[in-house]
């Protein structure tokens, strides 16, 4: 496996509490991204980074922010966690491969943070 | 934006036979198309990939399809095993100009019964 950690693995709040997850590479690759995935629903895309501080928006990114201050650390905030966003929460990281409009990116996926919002 | 439709949901075969999933994509500048296996538990394992210039690719008992014209791509898996159970995820994606985002198919449980 790539080294990709997530923490914490599990973790289970309270409605209307703040959490961060913390996504950590030691790979220094450039690109990371945040999943969240529910039954029926495969994988989305909730942000992604494309280097320090450059971050944007994914498929299902309300109620969720993002940081990542430095190369290493792609950190997720749920600012006021709701029970819809009970969930398991992956993140990803990839580089660039090739060049230009063949460039492509492998993702590989850390361990996964169980979060349960009661 | 780009939207992946993947069948059937589940699967489900004998040990030996093959299984084959299929993925639909929207996007015609579409590049590369990764397919990952889930066992329970456990974080999405990249297996195997296929870049838009080419239409097969194989790696022991699996291969991956392109149809570029028709928009969709397949997993073939022979000879199942046990271990093969899990759960099948293709994705597209724009490659280099969309940062290497990914768009995912709604997954194939495969079970392989001994």
């Known amino acids: ?118 | 934006g780009e939207n992946v439709e993947q069948h059937p949901s589940t699967l489900s075969v004998q040990e030996g036979d093959s299984a084959v999933i299929k993925c639909t994509y929207s996007d015609s500048a579409s590049n590369y198309f990764p397919w990952y296996k889930q066992e329970l538990g456990k974080r999405p394992q990249l297996i195997i990939d296929i870049r838009s210039n080419v239409g097969e690719k194989k790696d022991q008992r699996i291969a991956v399809t392109l149809n570029k014209t028709a928009k969709h791509f397949s997993l073939h898996i022979t000879e199942t095993q046990p271990e093969d159970s899990a759960v099948y995820f293709c994705a597209a994606s724009l490659g280099g100009t969309s940062y290497g985002k990914l768009t995912f198919g709604q997954g194939t449980i495969l079970t392989v019964h001994p």
Request: hydrophobic share 25%; aromatic share 12%; net charge neutral.
């Open chain 1, 1 to 118: 496996d790539a080294g990709i950690t997530q923490s914490p693995r599990h973790k289970v709040t309270e409605t209307g509490t703040p959490v961060t997850l913390r996504c950590h590479q030691t790979e220094n690759h450039r690109y990371m991204y945040w999943y969240r995935q529910d039954p029926g629903h495969g994988l989305r895309l909730i942000h992604y980074s494309y280097g320090v501080k450059d971050t944007d928006k994914g498929e299902v990114s309300d109620g969720y922010s993002v940081s990542r201050s430095k190369t290493e650390d792609f950190l997720l905030t749920l600012e006021s966690a709701t029970s819809s966003q009970t969930s398991v929460y992956f993140c990803a990281i990839s580089d660039s491969r090739g060049l230009g409009s063949r460039s492509y990116n492998e993702q590989f996926f850390g361990p996964g943070t169980r979060l349960t919002v009661l």
